[in-house]
């Protein structure tokens, strides 16, 4: 019995293209293998086979697998990929040392072990960077206008921020090459930054996320940008008893994976209302950060499956509110245009786009 999920884009479509790469999405819970046809400098997905990571001991058995669909499936072979991996990358990107699994991903061992002769390894937001490149900013299917800024007036070669919250909390800066013609995403760990804390709710809610972690350090973003960070939130609010029982928190009391119900249940109970305002504010506040830290006139581009399951909290008066405020930048925070991606197979298609770029090399 095969251990991954298929998903068919073309279904064992008989166009045929003038080369075709591997584009992988390695998360800390999920890791997502994709072929595409290549066909005038775009990616065409043709299928993913989905693997639970914690399930895989390599990327290696993983990589085979999808070849060899590939083949029996399309009859097309593969020498080119690229891997984004939720993780430190070297800087020859040859090597990933990953976040929250007990293995790491080497190039060697890919080429050694498979029939590839071209690897690339990126970090995971690295290839929803190269996946922008691709966006129709005018199909709402896969993106949406929280807000336009200046996006009218927007200069292509304008510097681009792009933050998303999930296993992790992600962020990369996206820099035009003009000599490619294509944005560039610049590497980030800044979902490790220490969190900054305005009063003493917050201080006292990172006080409790240091006792349950048993550390020393200073909190960081993704210790409440997360799917444990919302459910961090969650425990605080609980322990404080701020709220009174309800049959949704005694449901959601009972289970381990907490964040999936304090989701659903964000607009029917006080408690999960308040974890997602919470969540709310520190987003914002650190997608300010962020797009003060890079100067991003081309817009922030929201990503990630906890910001596309819960899309309303961008729209809120609550987070825009707390993006603009600062002291001396109200008005350059509100003319950055600000972009939702709704794509979920924006990461597989970046990933493809860099194999291609990697690949002409």
């Known amino acids: 019995m095969n251990n991954y999920k298929i998903n068919n884009y073309k279904n064992k479509s008989k166009k045929k293209y003038k080369e075709y790469v591997i584009g992988c999405d390695l998360g800390g819970t999920n890791t997502n293998i994709a072929v595409a046809g ?25 990589i085979n697998d999808t070849i060899k669909f590939a083949n029996d499936h399309y009859k097309i072979n593969v020498n080119s990929a690229c891997i984004g991996a939720a993780g430190v990358i070297s800087k020859s990107n040859n090597y990933a040392k990953l976040t929250n699994i007990n293995w790491d991903v080497n190039k060697g061992e890919i080429i050694e072990s498979t029939s590839l002769s071209k690897v690339k390894i990126l970090n ?44 992790g909390l992600g962020k990369v800066t996206l820099i035009y090459d003009k000599t490619k013609d294509v944005y560039v995403p610049n590497p980030s760990e800044g979902g490790h930054s220490d969190l900054p804390l305005y009063n003493n709710f917050e201080l006292e809610l990172a006080a409790y996320i240091k006792l349950i972690k048993k550390s020393s350090y200073p909190i960081n973003y993704e ?41 659903e249940y964000r607009q029917k109970d006080k408690t999960c209302k308040e974890v997602f305002n919470i969540f709310t504010i520190f987003f914002a506040r650190c997608s300010k950060n962020f797009v003060l830290d890079n100067l991003s006139t081309g817009g922030l581009y929201i990503a990630g499956g906890i910001s596309i399951k819960n899309k309303e909290i961008f729209n809120s008066k609550l987070f825009f509110n707390e993006f603009v405020k600062t002291s001396k930048r109200e008005q350059f925070l509100k003319n950055i245009p600000i972009y939702l991606i709704l794509d979920y197979n924006i990461s597989l298609k970046g990933a493809c786009f860099a194999a291609m770029l990697n690949g002409e090399n």
């Open 38 to 62: 290549i066909q005038k400098m775009k990616p065409d997905l043709l299928f993913s086979l989905d693997f639970k990571t914690i399930k895989l001991k390599s990327i290696v058995p993983a």
């Open 124 to 167: 995971d937001f690295q290839i929803i960077g190269y996946g922008i490149n691709l966006l129709n900013l005018n199909d709402t299917k896969d993106i949406i206008a929280i807000r336009e800024g200046r996006a009218n007036n927007q200069n292509r070669e304008e510097t681009i921020a792009i933050i998303g919250a999930g296993t």
């Open 223 to 263: 210790d409440i940008l997360s799917g444990r960070g919302i459910m961090n939130i969650y425990k605080y609010i609980r322990k404080k008893k701020i709220f009174k029982d309800t049959k949704y928190t005694k449901e959601i009391d009972k289970i381990s994976d907490k964040t999936p119900l304090i989701s």
